[in-house]
């Protein structure tokens, strides 16, 4: 099973891993990511071109359904006007032993960071606004995985 989706809507995480539970697999393994409120940020607008950004996560879950022995991946990414504390992206992933889940959940999260073609404004309380710049962390922790 494999469920891509980007939403302006929000999301339960706890229907997700329900969905991904019931195929009967031995565990799920999940990340649940909420804007953060750093540097009196008051809100985060992600756009994105719906196509590429669709085809990119698309390409991210089957290179986690291919490498590792799943029976499912959910990965839910959100886009608008979020304000802190808001949830923003969701990944979840089911096998039958957890190493799996688990390492393909790390994996995914790491890509997304990397790999998702979302492009980022920040807005903070005195009016500034920038683009959020690629971090150098965010292309380590995506580089350990070849």
């Known amino acids: 099973m494999k469920s891509v989706r980007v939403q ?4 339960d ?3 997700e891993m329900t969905a991904l539970g019931a195929l009967g ?15 009196e940020l008051i809100a985060l607008t992600l756009e994105h071109y719906p196509q ?9 879950a089957e290179q986690a359904l291919e490498r ?32 799996a889940a688990l390492e393909a959940c790390a994996y995914l999260i790491d890509r997304l960071k990397t790999d998702a073609p979302f492009w980022k404004k920040e807005e903070f309380g005195d009016g500034r606004s920038s683009w959020v710049e690629a971090r150098q962390s965010d292309d380590a922790a995506a580089e350990r995985w070849g």
């Open 8 to 11: 302006p809507e929000d999301f």
């Open 25 to 39: 697999s031995g565990g799920v393994a999940s990340f649940v990511g909420h804007v953060r409120g750093d540097g």
């Open 52 to 60: 590429m950004t669709a085809k990119a996560l698309d390409d991210l």
């Open 13 to 15: 995480p706890g229907d």
């Open 68 to 99: 590792w022995a799943l029976d499912g991946v959910t990965l839910i990414h959100r886009i608008g006007r979020l304000v802190p504390g808001d949830r923003i992206v969701l990944v979840c992933t089911a096998s039958r032993h957890r190493a």
